[in-house]
Nanobody, 127 residues
């Protein structure tokens, strides 16, 4: 299984930006679809965004962050990213990256099984 490590979280003011990183080791990231999940304080984990692998990448973005968050990947760096723009207090929580694969064509099925998870990175939106 691939090992995933998130980084880039922190304290940010409303309207600010952050970039979260998800770095893979053990298996090349190119074999995995990568998703980001958000767990707000006292709530369950919710899917935020996902990007497939392969020559034609497909992206899923939840309605709650559409137009504000952008997912991307750099297979050469074995890293996926989640760019958070115009953050709001409801974006506070722990962000996890998760991998689905390995497969030549790993799909983004947000309510499916992701076999690999990172430990999470905390994002706090507050003035």
């Amino acid at each position: 299984q691939v090992q995933l490590v998130e980084s880039g979280g922190g304290l940010v003011q409303p309207g600010g930006s952050l970039r979260l990183s998800c770095t893979a080791s053990g298996v090349a990231l190119e074999w995995f679809a990568i998703a980001w999940f958000h767990q707000a304080p006292g709530k369950g984990r919710e899917g935020v965004s996902c990007i497939t692998n392969g020559d034609v990448e497909e992206v899923y973005v939840s309605d709650s962050v559409k137009g504000r968050f952008t997912i991307s990947r750099d297979n050469a760096k074995n890293t996926a990213y989640l760019q958070l723009n115009n953050v709001q207090p409801q974006d506070t929580g722990v962000y996890y990256c998760a991998g689905r694969g390995p497969s030549v064509r790993a799909l983004c099925i947000m309510d499916g099984i992701f076999g690999s998870w990172g430990q999470g990175t905390q994002v706090t939106v507050s003035s």
